[in-house]
């Protein structure tokens, strides 16, 4: 059991690194810039169906709602990236392969007003394609049976919001929902406005009428769960995290989230359990998950540990504000003084 003075030493200790995730090295992956005015990234691996290394290169294409798709190619390992990504939802979408099914992947990127950028990491997998299947295209079921009238509207936010007009792509969506009530991605989308520019309260308002519309939508979920972290109601952010893993638990993100959620809530093992599972995911992006081990096993005492993940935080962030102090708190717990 950990005492209660290491529970305040990791609340005191934790920094505030829900959205502190690093870019991957441009020379690992295939980049091409989204041209849509952002600084976010989203990045993956496209794995074959025995999870092994793909070896050769897939084409991959951004899917917007308003601006246009971006396409580009993996390397020869199956990496990717998009960069210059603002705010919004997203479909990663994988079409031209003759030996696999389709794929899409949802994203919803968010930046808070203040925030540096994100990477968003996936790792997908694709399925063999079976013979027996008519050849299908790729259908955004969110929005299938949106009237235009509301589906314009959206849009319209869309475009605002990536324009950096938050306020004015809420009105947008208000006016969308006005038309179409049961429109799940325009609250949702409402709940990542709010968030953008600080209004908490009306961000989870909003997602979690998101919910009400469809209870097991993932993004929402994803999204309320950050949201509700961010406003340090950790006992609530709790199983909202824990659905969102347990609709997608090949995500790096909500086992980041959760890991964190549980260290403020005391509940270390588990925590520990989440942020190395985050770290496998992830990889590099999970770069705070780290910090935050070397914190929890510091509270145990397990000074090897301890070590290794403060160098392997140090070796992500070699220019972290406080990197001098960290070297030194390595160099003690080498040492034993």
Do not use: W
Not at 98 to 117: H, L
Not at 223 to 229: A, I, P, S, T
């Amino acid at each position: 059991m950990i005492s209660r003075n290491s529970r305040a030493r990791v609340a005191s200790l934790i920094l505030f690194t829900a959205f502190c995730l690093v870019r991957v090295p441009a020379q690992a992956i295939t980049a091409v810039d989204s041209g849509l005015g952002g600084t976010n990234t989203i990045s993956g691996t496209i794995l074959p169906p025995n999870g092994g290394r793909m070896e050769r290169r897939i084409s991959v294409r951004l899917q917007t709602m308003t601006t246009g798709d971006r396409v580009t190619s993996t390397d020869d390992f199956g990496k990717f990236a998009f960069i210059g990504v603002p705010n919004g939802d997203y479909t990663i979408v994988i079409e031209k392969e003759k030996e696999f099914e389709p794929s899409t992947t949802r994203v919803s990127v968010i930046q808070p007003r203040g925030m540096p950028s994100q990477n968003y990491s996936l790792n997908i997998r694709l399925s063999l394609k079976s013979e027996k299947l008519a050849k299908s295209s790729v259908i955004n079921v969110d929005l299938a049976n949106v009237p235009k009238p509301a589906l314009d509207l959206y849009n319209k936010a869309v475009e605002l919001r990536n324009n950096g007009d938050h306020v004015g792509a809420i009105e947008q969506l208000n006016a969308a929902i006005a038309a179409y009530p049961d429109f799940m991605l325009a609250y949702n989308e409402m709940g990542v406005q709010y968030f953008a520019i600080g209004q908490l309260e009306k961000a989870d308002a909003a997602l979690k009428m998101a919910l009400k519309k469809d209870p097991k939508a993932y993004m929402p979920m994803m999204n309320r769960g950050m949201v509700l972290y961010t406003m340090k109601r950790y006992a609530e952010a709790e199983p909202v995290l824990r659905s969102a893993l347990a609709i997608k638990d090949g995500e790096a993100i909500p086992h980041y989230f959760l890991g964190h959620t549980l260290a403020y809530l005391g509940k270390f093992d588990e925590a520990e359990k989440h942020l190395a599972a985050s770290i496998k995911l992830g990889g590099a992006q999970m770069r705070e998950a780290h910090r935050l081990l070397a914190i929890i096993y510091g509270s145990r005492g397990d000074k090897k540990s301890e070590i290794a993940s403060l160098e392997a935080y140090l070796l992500l962030v070699p220019s972290a504000p406080d990197a001098e102090q960290l070297n030194q708190l390595i160099a003690k717990l080498k040492t034993g003084h």
